[in-house]
């Protein structure tokens, strides 16, 4: 069975940061981890960034860039930093896994298997 497990969410101060993880196993052939998602109470699901397959090319909506980081470790694990976080920031985060080239376009439709979530809460 496909696992995604996600870990390091939590509460953080604005101004802070923390680290998010997502681990796949037992993906199909053709199958990685390369993109997170958020989606915060009351908005619509939106892409964070994305991370190319093997030479480490990154993609970042306008609201992350410079403040996100998106590393991988394998075709199975990924994170996602979160710098200088602000009350905008709160959300549930998704990481995803696709078969697919959808490092642009963060689309969520080509994603086929996603992690269970982990929710980000910045206190002021």
């Known amino acids: 069975q496909v696992q995604i497990v996600q870990s390091g969410g939590g509460l953080v101060q604005a101004g802070g940061s923390l680290t998010l993880s997502c681990t796949a196993s037992?993906?199909?052939?053709?199958?990685?981890?390369s993109a997170w998602f958020r989606q915060a109470a009351g908005k619509e699901r939106e892409g964070v960034g994305a991370?190319?397959?093997?030479?480490?090319?990154t993609f970042y909506r306008p609201f992350a860039k410079d403040r996100f980081t998106i590393s991988r470790d394998n075709a199975d694990k990924i994170y996602l930093r979160l710098n200088n976080v602000t009350a905008e920031d709160t959300a549930i985060y998704h990481c995803?896994?696709?078969?697919?080239?959808?490092?642009?376009?963060?689309?969520?439709?080509?994603?086929?298997?996603w992690g269970q979530g982990t929710q980000v809460t910045v206190s002021s």
């Open positions: 995803a896994a696709a078969n697919v080239f959808d490092l642009y376009g963060l689309h969520a439709s080509n994603y086929d298997y």
């Open positions: 037992k993906l199909p052939r053709g199958y990685y981890v």
């Open positions: 991370i190319s397959k093997t030479d480490d090319q």
